[in-house]
């Protein structure tokens, strides 16, 4: 079976920091580009950070976590991850990480995982 599974979230003071893990299992993890995305209360699911697949790493940020957020990717244990620095109140979110996969001949394929809830305190 597919599982992406997102932990690590929790109550954080602002400036505070946590890190973020998806783990991901029943498909080829290092094939995926990983994605992590959050929500917010009555606001639609924005992309955070992302992190290519195993050919070349590459990354890239939301101007809104630039310089704070970093994300980075272990293929030997399926996991990625999302640390998380001088945490402001508006980063309070539900936070998700998706796996997403085309190959060249546009077969896609992507799998989302269950969130984990980020609360930043003022």
């Known amino acids: 079976d597919v599982q992406l599974q997102a932990s690590g979230g929790g109550l954080v003071q602002t400036g505070g920091f946590l890190r973020l893990s998806c783990a991901g299992s029943?498909?080829?993890?290092?094939?995926?580009?990983i994605g992590w995305f959050r929500q917010a209360p009555g606001k639609e699911r924005e992309r955070v950070s992302c992190?290519?697949?195993?050919?070349?790493?590459?990354?890239g940020y939301a101007r809104s976590v630039k310089g704070r957020f970093t994300i980075s990717r272990d293929n030997a244990k399926n996991m990625v991850y999302l640390q998380m620095n001088s945490l402001k109140p508006e980063d309070t979110a539900v936070y998700y990480c998706?796996?997403?996969?085309?190959?060249?001949?546009?077969?896609?394929?992507?799998?989302w995982g269950q969130g984990t809830q980020v609360t930043v305190s003022s």
């Open positions: 992190i290519s697949s195993h050919e070349s790493i590459t990354s």
């Open positions: 029943g498909f080829n993890f290092e094939d995926y580009a």
């Open positions: 998706n796996a997403d996969y085309e190959d060249d001949m546009g077969y896609k394929r992507t799998y």
